[in-house]
């Protein structure tokens, strides 16, 4: 069964900078494609952005230039490396896993996730 603990989330003023992480357990991450997303008070979940089991990843729109989605395979883990944050992105990050399948890829659906993690709380101010 994977597991997955998230990490590293907290408070900062906006402009700043915070990195979050995914540790997982129960699979190695190069046989899963994985994703993070967030969700704020009163908000449908978002996606933020994912990583294929190859390592390749693709980030939102809204995210774009500033957060960064990277692995380290030594400990198993994914992280989110968020820059210029800015109030808007205040909200609860959750990251997810799946089996890769036969295309590689990874996916923006929540329903396409079998694993979640707990969340961490992010919350920038103004």
């Known amino acids: 069964q994977v597991q997955l603990v998230e990490s590293g989330g907290g408070s900062v003023q906006a402009g700043g900078s915070l990195r979050l992480a995914c540790a997982v357990s129960g699979d190695t991450i190069s046989r899963l494609y994985m994703g993070w997303f967030r969700q704020a008070p009163g908000k449908e979940r978002e996606w933020v952005g994912c990583?294929?089991?190859?390592?390749?990843?693709t980030n939102a729109d809204s995210v774009k230039g500033r957060f960064i989605i990277f692995r380290d395979s030594r400990v198993n883990s994914l992280y989110l490396q968020m820059n210029s944050l800015k109030p808007e992105d205040t909200a609860m990050y959750s990251c997810?896993?799946?089996?890769?399948?036969?295309?590689?890829?990874?996916?923006?659906?929540?329903?396409?996730?079998?694993?979640w993690g707990q969340g961490t709380q992010v919350t920038v101010s103004s």
């Open positions: 990583a294929t089991s190859g390592g390749s990843t």
């Open positions: 997810a896993a799946a089996k890769s399948g036969v295309s590689g890829g990874c996916s923006a659906f929540p329903f396409n996730y079998n694993y």
